[in-house]
């Protein structure tokens, strides 16, 4: 999809049912928002599974246009779109002040278009459209917006308090799209009345957001631990020792972490190191013979 059609489609464009954060739905209306779901989860099903891959695109499209005639509808936000939840991504913040609706399309194999709009609390509907393409390497200290978005499939959206009291949220998005390489991202997510942008520099090293980009299909975590309240990640490591070369990263069985100080991520080592034994020693127990009383 063009970034012009994605925009008109979007910008001519959830949690129980009649009561929702303020807003309420009639009966009347809650049936008709069932309706319309209906109605478009048959092209959602083929735009996700159907056996000729570049016609998913197409899908694609027609829901796009579905989903934008629904989402201009009065009180939209109040409808939770429980079906199509099964089906894409919708996903909010703790304040539950928007909402963020996002998907990936595999258009050739192990190659995917994503898809993606945010809608505030007041139904005003943010287009995203997938620049990704034409963004060779991430830059830590860029600003993207709503319109420059690197396409992602997002997971996680986590809430901290601003310097000045505001919040700010943090989107985590993996993005499947590269030949060789997976990339997972933590950004900012900041809202400047309808406009929306990401990054800022809320990272150590002045950074904008925080990238892993690592062998494709290698096993790799980036996501929000409540026990430790950080940010845990795996460390990565090369398997012929050229860093350099992403596509040779995986994770190497530590965990790293970033912790909320003083309004910056700062990075914390080795919160799960690895057990490395000197030759001919070998663990009791889980214990090292040396450790022992």
Known sequence: MSRIASITLFCGLLLSPLHFWG????????EQFKKAEAEF???VDSMN?????DERISYAHDFVKALSQVLKQENSFAYPFEELSTKIHIIYPEDKSFRIFNWPVEYAPAHFRYYGAIQKSDGTVIPLVDYSKKIEEIDPHKVFDNKTWFGQEYYRILTQKGPDGKPLYFVFGVHHDRQNTTIKMMDVLQFAGDKVTFGAPYFEKGNYRFVMEYQKGAQVSLNWDAERSMVVFDVLESEVSQPQRKHTLVANGELDALKWTNYQWQWVPNILPVLKLKDGQAPINGVIPELRN
């Open 23 to 30: 807003q309420k739905l009639s009966v009347e209306a809650l």
């Open 41 to 43: 989860m048959p092209t």
């Open 49 to 53: 599974r159907i056996g000729i891959l």
